[in-house]
């Protein structure tokens, strides 16, 4: 029949009815935005396995140094151990809460652990003397000349709040690019791509035609104008990517999570070989800083005398599993770079099966034939001049900009992170109540600190400087914006979306 009624498809004869093209128009549109969510979906499972790797990882790493404290202390040290359990099952609490991005100050939380343990072990070695807390508080200000436990407090402070900092963004990463991906994945189609998706995929059908596919190019400029606000998260797409693979490096390397966090257990045994060896001389400097204490009338006690000297604790290493980690997720991140600007041509040559680039014999929106037009670039900006979709490139789609927003802030974190700057996440608790972390902790428990004197001092955020041969890859030639920056951009985002309404 003649086509005079169709207002998508070409008005020659026709196969199809007002009713069939408006059929077809809603079916393509559901579609293109399934395979949209099919692309996504398999863009996430690899970022969220990549996440439960690590995560399940490192918590092993952690549940492990925790058991072997739990099953060598008793025996090795006796009440110096059972009287003060709390205050190591405290601490790896606190290891676990910060890593699962609470509110909480890694080197502010293991100055505690050792003022808490120094206060209890100083008490337990010295029964025969009354000490009050008084006493206790004197003490501890003259710890850090005498240092009690040798170097171990300082040396562990510097290894494990890298390692804990690398490994929290690390997989923080993860869960923010599943999660901009999801929310991407979802935006819908315009009027406009409605239209051409509807030309490219049935159009063809309404022309007895069923059995011609699209012409590649002809396919690549309707899937360009219709994900163009898509393609402009490849830059800080690439950015995020190259991000996590530095501080994978950095995790498998300077600050190598296995040696580090596997080993906790085995540097407080030997801190407290340091106090026990030491004891005699430390006692007597903190009398002569702090004065002598009443003698007690409890008597003495000869559980100081148990097992002293070096103590040696065996690390069940797991390298060659991180190092297996790494490289499965360095290989994973690397094929995700150009996703963004790749999916136009998978979506055409998997999904819509365009035919080749040399077909003269392909549907080109009109009839079977070649397609001469020239296909566009990628991203919004190149599609002014798009023949097939009509894109108003001043009018960026908003939920992706916020995206782009979120993936910035994202590789500042992990660019601090791999500089070893502590960087905060709190100001990441709404952004990620959508991501299935599970790892979120209640206002009021998060926001405790446990020091008697809690520091004022807030975890750094800086820029990444320019680098030279080390560092985040793709990041070297940028400097990346604060964190409160890119918040601050990130509220005018949002207000700019009304304005544009």
């Not at 590649?216 to 104008?225: A, D, R, S």
């Not at 789609?397 to 994202?410: A, E, G």
Request: neutral net charge; proline residues 4%; charged residues 25%.
């Amino acid at each position: 029949i003649l086509g005079e009624h169709l207002r998508i498809c070409p008005q020659g004869y026709t196969c199809c009815t007002s009713e069939m093209e408006e059929n077809f128009a809603n079916k393509s549109r559901s579609e293109f935005e399934a395979m949209m969510k099919e692309a996504g979906r398999s863009v996430q499972a690899t970022l969220t396995a990549q996440h439960r790797s690590f995560d399940s990882y490192f918590q092993d790493l952690l549940n492990k140094s925790e058991k072997a404290l739990y099953d060598a202390f008793p025996s090795l040290y006796g009440e110096l151990y059972t009287q003060n359990v709390k205050v190591f099952k405290d601490l790896y609490s606190e290891l676990r809460r910060y890593y699962r991005s609470s509110n909480i100050n890694l080197e502010e939380a293991l100055n505690e652990f050792w003022t808490r343990l120094l206060e209890r072990l100083f008490k337990l070695l010295n029964p025969q003397y009354h000490i009050t807390d008084e006493y206790l508080d004197c003490m501890v200000k003259h710890a850090e000349q005498h240092k009690p436990f040798g170097e171990v407090p300082r040396d562990l402070k510097v290894k494990a709040t890298r390692a804990f900092i690398a490994a929290r963004s690390y997989a923080q990463g993860f869960l923010v690019g599943s999660d901009v991906v999801k929310k991407v994945s979802q935006v819908s189609l315009s009027h406009e791509c409605t239209r051409a998706i509807m030309k490219l995929m049935y159009c063809p059908h309404c022309r007895g035609m069923s059995s011609v596919k699209p012409c590649n190019n002809y396919c690549l400029n309707v899937v360009k104008g219709c994900l163009a606000n898509q393609a402009d998260l490849n830059t800080e797409w690439k950015y995020l990517m190259d991000s996590l693979i530095g501080v994978a490096d950095r995790i498998d390397g300077p600050y190598n999570v296995d040696t580090v966090i596997g080993t906790i257990h085995m540097r407080i045994a030997e801190a407290i070989s340091n106090l026990q060896e030491n004891k005699d001389s430390i006692t007597s400097k903190v009398f002569q800083g702090c004065g002598n204490p009443k003698i007690s009338t409890k008597g003495s006690s000869s559980e100081d005398k148990r097992r002293r000297g070096k103590v040696t604790l065996e690390a069940k290493s797991s390298a060659q599993a991180l190092e297996m980690l790494v490289l499965d997720a360095k290989g994973n991140l690397t094929a995700l770079k150009t996703y963004w600007i790749t999916l136009p041509s998978s979506l055409c040559s998997k999904k819509v099966m365009a035919s080749s680039v040399s077909d003269d014999k392909c549907w080109n929106g009109m009839t079977k034939g070649s397609y001469l037009p020239e296909v566009m670039g990628d991203g919004l900006a190149n599609q002014i001049n798009n023949p097939e979709v009509e894109v108003d490139i001043t009018k960026p789609d908003m939920t992706i900009r916020q995206q782009i927003m979120q993936l910035k802030i994202m590789t500042n974190r992990l660019g601090n992170a791999n500089i070893g700057n502590d960087v905060d996440f709190q100001d990441t608790s709404d952004d990620m109540s959508g991501s299935g972390s599970g790892d979120s902790c209640p206002d009021d428990v998060c926001g405790k600190r446990l020091s008697k004197s809690p520091s004022t001092r807030q975890p750094e955020t800086h820029a990444i400087p320019k680098q030279s041969g080390h560092g985040v890859r793709g990041a070297s030639s940028r400097s990346l914006p604060s964190a409160s920056l890119l918040l601050l951009l990130s509220v005018a985002v949002i207000a700019a979306q009304h304005l544009w309404r």
